[in-house]
């Protein structure tokens, strides 16, 4: 008998981190960090399961579990081998449903629901294969990746010959890579050191931890009050010195003229990138503040609902770098998309990760990224926050700002069960020892589908 | 003692009206015509209500439920003035939740659920004026409707001052448009005479039928194989004459240069637009495609995730007609934002409408826009399709191709009692008669919030 899907669980997981202010930023001034979360269960006699889930910042993960659970009977009674043989095919499945795709179409609430099962299914195809996931895509020939792909709307500015001459190009090396990438593992920038809610104070004895702790990018928090912006980055750059990298991160507060104003008035703190300017749906602000405020480079990504956000953003050379997400757009498929695309026009990868299990997933990503596509490490640092990592079975480990590659079979996405019960919403022991509860009174929601 | 809202009720309501392929295209072949509906309960001694929706078409309608249901905490126990006295403030409470932010931005499941709630209180405002909610609108003046707009991320294209120029331009002489457009009503376009499922002697019946009923402009669904459009359209045209206008609608199936190659093998019959040749979020293509294919004109906007997306299609010179969605986009306010967007650029709005109930919200918008923003009947035409007007207690009234001017207090919004409770899904009496249940067995969810 065939191996099979014989179960779809969901969790409305959330941590209580509004009430330390970390995380904290311009336009998200309290986050609760979240995960909508999924598990496939099987009846693979090794017991193998997926896991996968969605990234939110407390209200509202009752309503990304239902979008979820919306996708249960594209998995319960199919064979794994049909899913995790065929993953273009079943990526394919879920976006183009053709009712569940007015709901996007491919954006917001029901393009991180595909994001968190196709995930999960991934971790559970690295698992049956033995291999951490960046191991099993790093193996996968030139034409099995891009059959991963879906080119539908991008055929402008990439089409899968000229994928598959990217892949190809760089497919004689991989092995050099992965042996480099093992023994140094994958450069770290932190964004620990600068939450909007932390005072100078802090931000200082922050900078100067992270600096010992070998890190050479350090990102700050931007956007509310522009004098406060201008003394906290002196304040970092005072500490750093010339020689490390300095971000900000705006996280879409401001308007097109008041971004490159902004921006023009930081300048003086040499920043390595701008993040976030402008709304992340805003290709054409992007652009012109790309244009204006050169040779700063502009960041995004993180909020870009699916490849054709990104492809245009390329396409209007809008951004210096490319902020994937592992669970924003569409997951493992659309990211590799996305990949291709930079690679195509030349922009480097830097993927967004804090959160809920972000690292833990996108670090796959990036070194998978750095073996196959973008073959490079110049101008890549991945995001790392030192946050919530002791709820994952298979936690990253960043030793001297880097990510050690990681060993384990799967996707890095388990989170232990113990921390599914304990911060399970609102019932679990975590929440009802809160004395203020979010604002919205949503249930939890566990399904297993038959 | 102040009226307040004491019941936030939600419905998963669904027509199976995929049974008879009326609303197929080339990307929903098989529609379930939906309203994620909600109704806001009052204490008010007249019994006043807010009725509004989100129209899907299916699958993920629960979904759509629930995130309507997440917006809850922001209505029940609030006076019903502090709402609808300031509808600008109350869109941006909805909208600038920092945490339920995070689903979209602005996009999506938790945008439509913005829009429905919006909605839902635009109707019960216009209850309480006792006026249709077309009228409440076209009294207000310059300001006040100015302090409707969201201006976040539009300072680049359109700044409250000018948006107030525009509205003071026609304030002069909204009464005697009021009174033409009582008298002519608002002309209609027709798409029922070629959803892609019908043969080609039922087209060619339906149009005989739309021309009979005094429609001058007919609209054709296209975009799965070309040489079949290139058929339909002679049909269509050799029925039509020369003189009647003729769109065609591709619903989203073509990359940029597939849309280019086959608009211009449609050039022939004369279109007046061309609509969703294809990503709804693909700002360049749009721009690409429509400077290609001029002076045939590019439409889009039902699926605009947003005011942004309109604000970029506008001034990238990447559309001809802004087709507005009365529930996609925000709901009214940001439906606004788009009118005194598109006069800002000289764009005629032509609504998008059909599914379900979105004729009777949208004939409001399109009649105040007339009055009040755009100030025009050049190249302005509502869609119209004849399709589950019965369920609405207020329902359009088209003659000879025009809406006529709805008369009733509110938005026209509410849908009989009887029709929620039978179509409710999946328990109402008209779901147990179907024989083949759609894919996902979706729970039906009806809260009433305290």
């Given amino acids: 008998m065939s191996v099979r899907f014989t179960g779809f669980e969901t969790y409305d997981v959330r941590f209580p981190t509004s009430r330390e202010r970390d995380g904290s930023d311009a336009m998200n001034p309290d986050p609760d960090y979240s995960a909508a979360y999924v598990i496939l269960r099987t009846d693979d006699p090794a017991g193998h399961a997926g896991h996968g889930f969605a990234f939110t910042i407390g209200r509202g993960n009752d309503v990304q579990v239902a979008g979820i659970a919306a996708l249960a009977p594209y998995v319960v009674g199919r064979t794994v081998a049909e899913v995790c043989d065929d993953m273009g095919g079943f990526f394919g499945l879920l976006t183009h449903d053709s009712q569940l795709r007015w709901l996007g179409p491919e954006k917001g609430v029901m393009q ?34 891009v059959a991963l792909v879906d080119f ?25 890579r992965e042996t480099e990438i093992r023994a140094t593992g994958f450069p770290a920038y932190t964004t620990s050191a600068g939450w909007l809610g932390y005072d100078d104070e802090k931000i200082r004895a922050r900078v100067r931890s992270a600096l010992a702790d070998g890190f050479d990018h350090i990102k700050l928090k931007v956007g509310k009050d522009l004098e406060d912006d201008v003394r906290r980055c002196r304040i970092a750059r005072s500490e750093m010195g010339a020689g490390p990298k300095l971000m900000v991160d705006a996280n879409q507060t401001w308007d097109r003229d008041s971004a490159i104003a902004a921006i023009r008035r930081l300048a ?22 790309a244009h204006a405020v050169a040779p700063i480079k ?45 690679a195509k026009f030349g922009v480097p990868v830097c993927p967004h990760a804090g959160g809920v299990g972000l690292c833990e997933l996108v670090q796959h990503l990036a070194i998978f990224d750095y073996i196959a596509i973008g073959a490079n490490l110049e101008n890549r640092v991945l995001e790392f926050v030192d946050h919530l990592h002791e709820h994952f079975v298979d936690p990253v480990r960043v030793e001297r700002a880097h990510y050690q590659v990681p060993l384990g079979p799967g996707f890095s996405s388990a989170m232990h069960a113990e921390s599914i019960a304990a911060y399970t919403f609102p019932g679990g022991p975590a929440w009802r020892e809160v004395s203020s509860p979010p604002l919205v009174g949503a249930t939890a929601h566990a399904t297993a589908a038959s």
Same sequence: chains 1, 2.
């Fill in 112 to 145: 991180m629901a595909v994001a968190a099962v196709v995930n999960a299914a991934w971790d559970l195809a690295a698992k049956r294969a033995g291999l951490p996931l960046w191991k099993l895509l790093a193996d996968l020939s030139p034409e099995a990746i």
């Fill in 152 to 176: 539908r709307y991008l055929s402008d500015a990439l089409t899968p010959d000229e994928a598959l001459d990217i892949l190809r190009r760089n497919a004689g090396t991989r092995a050099q």
């Fill in 268 to 289: 003086e703190f040499d920043l390595f990138w701008v993040e976030e300017p402008t709304s992340p749906d805003d290709v054409l602000a992007h652009a012109a503040i």
């Fill in 298 to 342: 502009v960041a995004t990504g993180e909020h870009a609902a699916n490849r054709v956000t990104f492809k245009q953003l390329l396409q209007a050379r809008a951004i210096g770098f490319a902020q994937i997400d592992a669970v924003r757009s569409g997951g493992v498929n659309d990211t590799i998309a996305t990949m291709l695309l930079a």
